[in-house]
């Protein structure tokens, strides 16, 4: 690892069944840039009860009925994923697991941990995630316009030129 892994920062937004080509790209800036990788899975169906100094935080489900879970527990499996897909000892990877809005929580971790840019994976396509999407908005563009650091977003199922984009199907 580099001696000055320390004061540089990335953040990247992790999820579930994510490409792991945004882990790959993600680790690619964080050598470039001589910076840690800070991963960061937001859940959306938790709340933030308490803040950190550091950005991690205390949440409780949304719905009183589910289980009890440590509030900063990353999935181990989620983990492996991206050590898997970053594949590379010299780059410093640390995990948050966040509660909330994903664009929000994302910008607040950014602000905290003053990192370099944030990187989220383009959605896939299909209309699942389309509607998804249009209930929700972008989180790459509510990032885009909602904070000032640069937002990288790595295209997880690029569409041929000339190919219809999946949402104009």
């Excluded at 970053?86 to 929580?105: C, K, N, P, T, W």
Aim: charged share 25%; with cysteine.
């Amino acid at each position: 690892m580099a001696e000055n892994q320390g004061a540089r920062r990335i953040l990247v937004g992790v999820t579930y069944g994510q490409s792991d080509v945004v882990l790959r790209h993600a680790a690619r800036f964080a050598r470039t840039f001589d910076a840690a990788l800070v991963c960061a899975h937001v859940d959306p169906g938790r709340y933030v009860v308490e803040e950190l100094p550091d950005g991690t935080v205390a949440s409780l489900p949304l719905d009183p009925d589910l289980p009890e879970l440590k509030d900063t527990d990353f999935d181990q499996g989620l983990v492996a994923q991206v050590r898997t897909a970053v594949a590379d000892d010299s780059i410093e990877l640390s995990f948050r697991e966040l509660a909330g809005d994903v664009a929000y929580a994302l910008t607040r971790l950014a602000d905290i941990l003053d990192v370099e840019m944030i990187i989220v994976g383009s959605r896939r396509g299909g209309v699942r995630a389309g509607l998804k999407q249009f209930l929700t908005g972008s989180v790459a563009a509510h990032l885009a316009h909602r904070q000032p650091r640069p937002v990288v977003v790595i295209p997880v199922a690029p569409v041929a030129e000339g190919k219809p984009l999946p949402w104009e199907e």
